[in-house]
């Protein structure tokens, strides 16, 4: 198994930058894709950024020019780069990743999730 956990997460004025983190408890023999979604009160869970394995990034019309998303694989880290923040924005942030590591009986593949971490944009 492998724990995600998220940190970066706050309360920050309009117009404010906030950097996420989102460390692994191990590493991965590969990655298929590593990506922040998040979930604003009364709605549905929604992507926010990805990064393939191969570097390939795709990013939400509503956060596009404002968020950056890079990867540590060295330190199984992922993060998400946030300018500009809009009071829209605020939602529980969750990190997850798709990737193969290897278990007591293998290879394995498996999607894993973090906890989430608040962000509150203050108009």
């Known amino acids: 198994q492998v724990q995600l956990v998220e940190s970066g997460g706050g309360l920050v004025q309009a117009g404010g930058s906030l950097r996420l983190s989102c460390a692994a408890s191990?590493?991965?023999?590969?990655?298929?894709?590593m990506g922040w979604y998040r979930r604003a009160p009364g709605n549905q869970r929604e992507l926010v950024a990805s990064i393939t394995g191969g570097g390939i990034e795709n990013f939400a019309d509503s956060v596009k020019d404002r968020f950056a998303i890079s990867r540590d694989i060295a330190k199984s880290t992922l993060y998400l780069q946030m300018n500009r923040l809009k009071p829209e924005d605020t939602a529980v942030y969750f990190c997850?990743?798709?990737?193969?590591?290897?278990?007591?009986?293998?290879?394995?593949?498996?999607?894993?999730w973090g906890r989430g971490t608040q962000v509150t944009v203050s108009s």
């Open positions: 997850g990743i798709d990737g193969t590591y290897y278990s007591d009986t293998g290879l394995r593949r498996d999607t894993f």
């Open positions: 191990r590493s991965f023999f590969s990655i298929v894709v």
